[in-house]
């Protein structure tokens, strides 16, 4: 005898949410704001060969390596991407996300364009990618300088590279523009809620349907 609808949990595949903007646009607040309220969504943490920034902490903002290790990683296939960001290396552990995929949890990616692209070709339907524009060059810069974890020097090769970074915009699904961030926090988070009830995702909804039209 089949389920009463009632009974069926509607089960979903899990989603990769990407954020990607020019450093500086407010991507890591809106990570957090994600996070914070939403217990079905997990961080991946990154492995990175840059040194680690006044308050960072390994294992909860990066995974900090020397570039030998990293090249030993790339060389045994853990990372799912990785890419050469600035001056340094960064890359995508796979078994954290493997992991939490299938604990039924999605999993947000603060990663460039590079590595959006490798993780489309991965994931294809399961990825979904959000570009964060700034409002101005000006604000990006203000928020660059105020951050004070970065030498004048850093900050301007960020601010050179930021142009190009922003051309990358069309390879995205969504691009969302954080001239106000409560509004740019519920703009992203109401394209994680719709895309979660996306039909290709609930693996469940033919059980379901079945038993409805069964008459149950
Ligand atoms: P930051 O040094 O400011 O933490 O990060 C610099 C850039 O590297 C950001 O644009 C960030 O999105 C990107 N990034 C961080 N982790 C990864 C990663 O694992 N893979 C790729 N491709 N980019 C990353």
Redesign the pocket.
């Known amino acids: 005898m089949s389920q009463s609808p009632e009974q069926i949990d509607i089960k979903r595949r899990g989603l990769m949410l990407v954020l ?2 020019p ?1 500086g646009a407010g ?1 890591s607040t809106i990570s957090r704001a994600l996070l914070e309220d939403d217990d079905r969504l997990s961080m ?1 943490v ?3 060969t ?1 040194k680690a920034r006044p308050g960072e902490v390994e294992g909860v903002h ?1 995974f900090f390596m020397e570039p030998v290790d990293f090249n030993l990683m790339i060389n045994q296939g853990e990372l799912l ?3 050469k ?2 001056d ?1 290396y ?3 552990p796979s078994k954290p996300v493997e992991a939490a995929l299938s604990d039924g949890k999605d999993i947000l ?4 364009w ?2 959006t692209q490798q993780l489309k070709q991965k994931a294809g339907d399961d990825l979904v990618s959000i570009f964060i524009l700034p409002p101005s060059t000006k604000s990006l810069e203000n928020r660059l300088k105020s951050r004070a974890q970065d030498s004048d020097e850093v900050v301007a090769k960020r601010m050179s590279k930021a142009s190009e ?1 922003i051309s990358h915009w069309p390879e995205y699904d969504y691009v969302v523009v954080n001239d106000n961030l409560d509004r740019c926090i519920s703009e992203v988070k109401a394209i994680l809620k719709a895309e979660r009830v996306r039909r290709h995702r609930r693996t469940g909804l033919l059980q379901f349907v079945n038993a409805l039209r069964e008459g149950y």
């Open positions: 990607s903007s450093s991507k991946s990154s492995a990175t840059r990066y991407e990785h890419a960001v600035f340094n960064y890359g995508t990616f603060d990663i460039d590079q590595g970074e």
